[in-house]
């Protein structure tokens, strides 16, 4: 299977947890969700990184940087998905 067959796996398995849950931005900071790089699609990542400083603002699929909410232990199963640490206070 290709990298990009694999990317879109991935991207394809993110947009479902999505579709099956509560809109993303609801779920943010509530119990049993984790941040999730590397697998957002252009467009669909959660929160600003170092290149911008908002939501849906993504250019291309499968960013490092980029995040999104999922379950918690879904980061692990997608590829490429790398769990994001918590920011130190």
Partial sequence: MSN????????????????????????????????????AAAGKND?????HACAGMSKTDGQAEE???VKEGTCSKLAGGKIKPAKKS
């Fill in 4 to 39: 990009k067959n694999l990317i879109k796996s991935a991207l394809t398995s993110v947009m479902a947890v999505g579709l099956v849950t509560v809109s993303s931005a609801a779920m943010a900071g509530k119990p049993g969700m984790e941040k999730c790089m590397g697998v």
């Fill in 47 to 51: 929160c600003g990184t170092s290149q």
């Fill in 67 to 69: 995040w999104v909410y």
